[in-house]
């Protein structure tokens, strides 16, 4: 999954999910609108830990910046439909110079 944090340039204005570190092993995305509780493309996320499914995290600050790879992630609790919230925990804790990158663009 490749994440783009602050969505203020360049993205379409219906594109604003709410995507932001909330500690350094957890971190809070949004899917696609598209993706709900009862269709293909939300199950995938929702059902990872048993449909053979896997997720690897890439999150950048904006546009300008370079991804940085934070690795496998694993589903932790999800909320909503359309987009669905979910939690996800990482694998590797992030390093705290990333985690405060990440999680100060919350409501960017």
Known sequence: M???????????DRVQYHDYAISPERFHWQTQNMAGAN????RRYLDSGEN??????????????????????KLESHEGDRPIS????????MPI?????????RSA
């Open 2 to 12: 490749f994440v783009t944090l602050d969505k203020r340039e360049g993205f379409a």
């Open 86 to 93: 979910i939690v996800w925990r990482l694998k590797h804790a």
């Open 39 to 42: 269709n293909s493309t939300g």
């Open 52 to 73: 053979g499914w896997g997720f690897q995290l890439f999150v950048r600050e904006d546009a300008e910046h370079a991804f940085v790879a934070l690795g496998p992630v």
């Open 97 to 105: 110079e990333i985690f405060r990158r990440f999680s100060v663009l």
